[in-house]
């Protein structure tokens, strides 16, 4: 039942993203050929799968043309990847696999691939097939979760300038739910938008969304530490090599696990709020958490 | 009375940045210190006056919040500055007379500082004192324009691997109007559509940002070629030093001049179709091809 949300989810933002994105072919080339890249490059499009389920539950069935809001978070999701692989941040040449934007196409096309899927996306979310005034706060959303104050690019930020300080807990918590939670929880909460949901269910999806994204990175950190890069498709081990800010590093393995599985608790009770339908989102939760790489 | 708009516009353009922007001491301070240094260079704000213009032209008043939405195409220019300066591209140590961004705060923090103006201008959209209906449509002629097929950052990327080797006008052509007029004709017809424009005056400020913004990179080159790095604020002569393509290498300076005179008559024909208001915008784009600087 999980594996065939998880499949047919998949399936549904690889279609809309095929749709969405200019054409290989297009001119001019090179940028098109590397926005593709890294979008095709095997991601599991957990943040389409978390919006399309969000607004399922809310509205009893999948909203039509909601795979577009989950194709346009996946752009974003790739854009951020891309800078962050770049050689002036975590300088990674290995990615979901795969050699990284910047190893094949050059910097220069890789900071623009970036650039033009974070512009793709908004284009993308302007023209949903939604109401403009649900499209207007979808875009506000997903715009404040990818920000500098308590969004992905702030995570990112203070994440940088944590490498060789050794952060406090507060700290790491607020890179955490920065740079990975804030998104996430965008997703959820735009997808619960997009499908008509109530105030309520609203701040159930983003109560839900805070809890596991902060735990989905928990979880992170342990398999970048207990994982190989062939179970990754990425350099494993990093982390400690850079000496990068840590929930294991700071806590241990085992407190680690133990403050992911108390998240996963806390985002359950959550979904209280949205009804009874929200047996797949748990699924997607406890998966997210219980996952090997 | 031009210089005053000017000035004017400027201000209200520098009050709506300052109040838009997250404080400089605001948490995580480098990428909001950065975001203001380039932001806060001294630009002219030639995009937000264009907009502000276009939507007095319109309506036949400035309309209430407008300078919100030039303050957002000035983060999205200032955005492309800060990554078209960064060393895999261009390289450029001066901006505005000012040390560029990542020789002020490193390469990380200014791809981060370009990547967070341009989700800043998303949320800026999204919150503006107009219907959904019409933000919804700018930000869709925004991201087209700042976007890879006629937009901006296609035109940078032919820009870039038109280097070491001679393109020819067809291939110009297209840099320039999408490097530069699409941001300036997206910024024309936004503020249109944000003063209720009609359908005909949106079509006459479309065709005028096209011919003025071609003009205005035209005159950018000769400039590059005529001025020094004092009278320009950023290094000059760049263009010969990197063999870019541009049109007095093209053309020659006096073939080049007589281009932007006779696009300039044509941007001022355009404008018959937004009505006899439209002087303020006809002065600006002599001022536009006039310029020293």
Request: proline content about 4%; some cysteine.
């Amino acid at each position: 039942m999980l594996k065939q949300t998880l499949e047919e989810g998949r399936k549904l933002a690889d279609a809309a993203l095929e749709r969405l994105l200019p054409p290989a072919e297009q001119r001019p080339t090179s940028i098109h050929a590397a926005m593709r890249h890294s979008v095709f490059a095997g991601g599991k499009r957990i943040r389409p799968i978390l919006c399309m389920e969000a607004g399922r539950d809310v509205s009893g069935n999948l909203p039509a043309g909601i795979e577009e809001l989950g194709a346009g978070l996946e752009m974003l999701h790739t854009y951020s990847l891309i800078h962050d692989d770049l050689p002036a941040l975590d300088n990674d040449d290995l990615r979901r696999g795969r050699p990284t934007c910047h190893k094949v196409f050059g910097e220069a096309i890789a900071i623009l691939a970036g650039d033009a899927l974070q512009t793709q996306a908004y284009e993308v979310f302007a023209g949903l097939r939604c109401p403009a005034e649900a499209r207007v706060k979808i875009i506000e959303e997903i715009a404040k979760g990818t920000g500098t104050v308590n969004g992905m690019i702030g995570g990112q930020v203070v994440d940088l300038e944590a490498e060789r300080i050794k952060p406090d807990a507060g700290t790491l918590e607020y890179i955490h739910r920065s740079k990975t939670a804030a998104l996430i929880t965008a997703s959820l909460v735009s997808g619960g938008i997009y499908g008509g949901g109530s105030p309520e269910q609203i701040r159930s999806l983003r109560d839900f969304g805070q809890a596991i994204g902060l735990a989905f990175q928990i979880v992170d950190d342990i398999l970048d530490l207990t994982q190989s890069s062939e179970q990754l498709g990425k350099t494993a081990g990093k982390d400690v090599a850079s000496e990068k800010a840590t929930y294991p590093a700071l806590f241990g393995l085992d407190e680690s696990r133990r403050k992911a599985a108390i998240l996963l608790d806390s985002a359950n009770r959550a979904l209280d709020g949205v009804g009874a339908s929200a047996n797949v989102l748990k699924g997607l939760g406890r998966f997210l958490i219980e996952r090997q790489n």
